[in-house]
């Protein structure tokens, strides 16, 4: 029996949703009760086995005040709103994200922010209106086709300007001797079946034009997660 239900047909949560999103993360992303349930700091550090504060940690110390800053999809939890205040009033910090569920919550998380605005956008396609300091993907790339890998880097890096940055912070290919590269594997079977990409690939090798940019990459908890910082030459 499957585990995901088919959307409503004039359910406003599902409207322009990717098919791969109903398909494969309603129980996650698109389901508004699901989704309440889920977006608590507890479940993200559960998720990430108690790595989370130092993954974050790894976005936030990139941010300086008046940086202007875009994260391409909502995340559970308090990282937005760590995200916005670390910009100060006199930057901005945009986010944005496909699923109107994930939207409202990220403008219920931001509302006290005048310096943030969210956004309903496409990682692959969204254009902002001036260069960014600086491009977060928190744990996207693992949930999304390698099509859209391969546009959602590529559009990220052409939007940043000399000296500019990204950070990729996602899983990686865990080390032998990881006991937790078991358990993934069991969870990438049963409910993620794009994040072994990131087991094979490197995330610059979804670049058109690799070059452009230098790579620095941290892996962390014995290979499970990465952490890839992008600065345009």
Known sequence: MS????PLPC???????????????DWA???PRRAALLDRNLVVSTLLFLNDQRLMQRYL??????????????????LVQKAAAK?????????????????????????CYPQARVERADA????????????????LLHEVPDDLKHRIVDNMLSQLPAGGKAVFVDYHKPAPWQPIGWLLKWVNRVLEPFAEALWRNEISSYASQA?????????LFGGVYQVLTVTRR
């Open 211 to 219: 070059e452009d940019f230098d790579w620095h990459k941290e892996t």
């Open 11 to 25: 359910n406003p949560y599902y409207e322009g949703v990717p098919d791969y999103m109903t398909e494969v993360y």
């Open 3 to 6: 585990r995901n239900h088919p």
């Open 87 to 111: 910009v100060r009033k006199h930057g901005e910090f945009i986010l944005t994200d496909i699923t109107p569920v994930q939207v409202e919550h990220g403008v219920r998380k931001l509302a």
């Open 124 to 139: 692959a396609s969204y254009r902002l209106e001036q260069p960014a300091d600086l491009i977060c993907s928190f744990f």
């Open 29 to 31: 992303y698109v389901n």
């Open 61 to 78: 110390q990139q941010i300086r005040p008046g940086m202007r800053v875009w994260q391409v999809a909502h995340v559970y939890g308090d």
